[in-house]
């Protein structure tokens, strides 16, 4: 994974296109922090952080991810139990303290959406590809 860091005064954002779906709770959540027609499309410091960490949870995929640069602050964890939503027609949802084992590494996540029909450019992680195209994200928590 690749992530891109957005500095804030008092919280980071991390975004990583590989796992983007293009759910939109960001851009529904904070349009004031997340516009995909600026440069940078991520503002930290647009908004409250608490709001900022919100809205960072809300995205499915785990394509966003967040920081407090106060060491006070709590980053952003995921509370047991593990929720795992299988939708027909789309990707396996993964929320909840996750540890990723791939051949290549073992990756702590919080949310994540894994690929369930094969056909995924970026395995084991859905890219919309194949059947998945017409899916849509749970809800947020």
């Not at 789309?90 to 919080?110: K, Q, S």
């Not at 995924?120 to 994200?137: L, T, V």
Request: charged share 20%.
């Amino acid at each position: 994974m690749t992530a891109k860091l957005y500095w804030g005064k008092d919280i980071n954002v991390t975004f990583d296109a590989t796992l983007c779906l293009h759910a939109a709770e960001c851009l529904r959540g904070a349009p004031e922090v997340f516009d995909v027609h600026r440069k940078p499309w991520v503002l930290p410091d647009a908004a409250d952080p608490a709001l900022v960490a919100d809205v960072v949870e809300r995205c499915p995929a785990g394509a966003l991810r967040y920081e407090y640069v106060r060491p006070y602050m709590p980053s952003e964890t995921a509370a047991p139990p593990t929720q795992v939503v299988a939708k027909s027609g789309g990707p396996l949802w993964l929320h909840g303290p996750i540890n990723l084992v791939t051949d290549d590494a073992a990756t702590p996540l919080t949310r994540v959406a894994l690929c369930r029909c094969g056909q995924s450019a970026n395995p084991p992680y859905c890219d919309a590809a194949g059947p998945c195209q017409s899916w849509h994200p749970p809800k947020p928590r």
